[in-house]
């Protein structure tokens, strides 16, 4: 199963990491089991990729739910970098996942 969401902001975190408020563009809406713990791609709009991991759900929005990302296609989630790199996540950049 892969799904496809666009980035519509990007927030870094005191504590290392990014919060990412999400838009599902393509594929259909994940669970939130699924996403919690997955590795993701995310393509900026220049072509750069970097793996992510998420750590959490950010509850800015409210707690996530099964329901609520398939009737709306929007999540926010906290994610940390796997590797290095010191550029923020752009936004309009596509994530893409899971991947292995």
């Keep these: ?3 496809r969401f666009r980035v519509l ?3 870094e975190t005191p ?3 990014c919060v990412l408020r999400l838009r599902l563009q393509d594929g259909e809406a994940p669970t939130v089991k699924a996403l919690k713990g997955a590795r ?3 393509r900026s709009p220049d072509g750069e990729e970097r793996a992510v991991r ?3 759900f950010a509850l800015v929005g409210g707690k996530p ?3 609520r990302l398939a009737r709306t296609g929007r999540v926010d989630i906290q994610v940390e970098e796997e590797g290095e790199s010191d550029l923020p996540i752009a936004l309009r950049s596509e994530v893409e996942g899971p991947i292995e």
């Design 1 to 3: 199963m892969q799904w």
């Design 54 to 56: 998420v750590k959490r």
């Design 40 to 42: 993701l791609l995310v």
């Design 65 to 67: 739910s099964d329901g």
């Design 15 to 17: 504590h290392g990491g």
């Design 9 to 11: 902001d990007s927030v």
